[in-house]
């Protein structure tokens, strides 16, 4: 089972950026996609970006132009580097690994019951 390990979160202005990172323990790391949410308070986790285990890549709407999600395979590590950060972009941010294996990207993607294994998330906080 894969264990994850979120870092990169902090306070940051608006039009700041910041680097997440999401390590990972287990060796199957490069078979799974990786996807990125995010919660903030009252309000429901959110799909912000996924990454398929052959590098294709997904967005929410709202984040394109100003998030990339990569992934370094032989580190174990995928990373969100968000661009531009604006107020509402702060939340409880969360990577999460694919229950599949070699899954081609498409929707599914987007939805939080196609990922088993989670950490345990990194604050992002963006002030005016």
């Known amino acids: 089972q894969v264990q994850l390990v979120e870092s990169g979160g902090g306070l940051v202005q608006a039009g700041g950026s910041l680097r997440l990172s999401c390590a990972a323990s287990?060796?199957?790391?490069?078979?799974?996609?990786m996807g990125w949410f995010r919660q903030a308070p009252g309000k429901e986790r959110e799909f912000v970006s996924a990454i398929s285990w052959s590098g294709g890549t997904y967005y929410l709407d709202s984040v394109k132009g100003r998030f990339i999600v990569t992934r370094d395979n032989p580190k174990r590590l995928a990373y969100l580097q968000m661009n531009n950060l604006k107020p509402e972009d702060t939340a409880v941010y969360y990577c999460a690994a694919d229950q599949g294996e070699y899954r081609s990207i498409g929707s599914w993607m987007r939805r939080a019951n196609e990922y088993t294994n989670w950490g345990q998330g990194t604050q992002v906080t963006v002030s005016l």
């Open positions: 287990d060796r199957t790391f490069n078979r799974h996609g």
